[in-house]
């Protein structure tokens, strides 16, 4: 893998991170389309670690908050005033929501691990869950946005956004358009839907890095092709939680559920005929 190729590769990451498009196969798309049969463990696990830094700049307030609030409801704990506090600060709550909804995701990456990986080897069950995925988003967008926000937003809510992100483990179903959708089926402002599916990445993100920490071993790979992939993926992907909340607000993610069908019908197509 050169530069350039890492480059692409840390770009289609950055963006269909975030952007609910899946970007577990467009990965695999871009891969194949240049060639690159094997990025190596330590450049994917750098290309999360990119996408979780630009998350997490872009949150930065947001996080930082929830962390002091997660930490004080430990001594709310302690005190006996833990569900008075919980419902009076949201940072707690979400903090806690936060924790709730990664466990579903959790327990699907470990008891099915192997299963999911030998779904990323071809072209078809991508191309697919695609479709999906584009179905998905286009029936979220006929629902009219709810009122539940960070102010009454409770454990249904977050489980089911939970659900929803254990489901897009994978290929094809977006992790971010999953859980937006899934949120706006549970009655949540479309805005914070969005804003909690992106805090919903960060330990998804981490997770998946740590856990594929474990295969990582010694080998040659190219520092500056690894090193390009990850600023690009740190770029791109901040860009790309930018632009999904700016359209969440402005418009509807009709345009991104078009773009999943044109795509996955391509490569379903392609890949049945070639």
């Known amino acids: 893998m050169d530069i350039l190729q890492a480059i692409i590769i840390g770009l289609v990451q950055g963006l269909t991170e975030f952007l609910p498009v899946s970007s577990s196969a467009h990965l695999i798309f871009a891969q194949q389309a240049l060639g690159v049969t094997d990025v190596g463990l330590a450049f994917d696990v750098l290309l999360h670690l990119g996408t979780l830094i630009a998350v997490i700049v872009y949150f930065f307030n947001d996080i930082i908050n929830m962390i002091k609030g997660f930490l004080i409801s430990l001594i709310d704990l302690k005190d006996g005033k833990f569900i008075p506090e919980i419902k009076k600060d949201p940072y707690k709550k979400l903090a806690w929501l936060t924790i709730l909804a990664t466990i579903p995701v959790g327990i699907v990456g470990v008891l099915f691990n192997d299963l999911i990986e030998e779904l990323f080897t071809g072209l078809t069950v991508p191309a697919f869950l695609l479709l999906v995925t584009g179905c998905l988003l286009y029936v979220s967008q006929r629902m009219n946005s709810g009122r539940i926000d960070v102010r009454n937003v409770g454990v249904k809510e977050a489980l089911l956004m939970g659900c929803g992100q254990a489901l897009a483990v994978l290929p094809g179903l977006s992790r971010s358009g999953t859980t937006i959708a899934a949120g706006l089926f549970a009655g949540l402002d479309k805005e914070f839907a969005a804003k909690f599916s992106f805090i919903l990445s960060i330990p998804a993100i981490l997770g998946a890095a740590v856990f594929e920490l474990k295969d ?23 860009l790309a939680i930018s632009f999904l909340l700016k359209i969440i607000r402005e418009k509807s993610l009709d345009i ?4 999943c069908w044109i795509v996955g019908i391509i490569v379903l197509v392609g890949s049945l005929i070639l």
Do not use: E, R
Not at 227 to 237: C, D, L, M, P, W
Not at 256 to 259: E, Q, T
């Open 216 to 238: 990582l071993t010694g080998g040659n790979v190219d520092l500056l092709a690894c090193f390009a992939g990850f600023i690009v993926a740190i770029i791109s992907g901040y």
């Open 256 to 259: 991104f559920a078009y773009y």
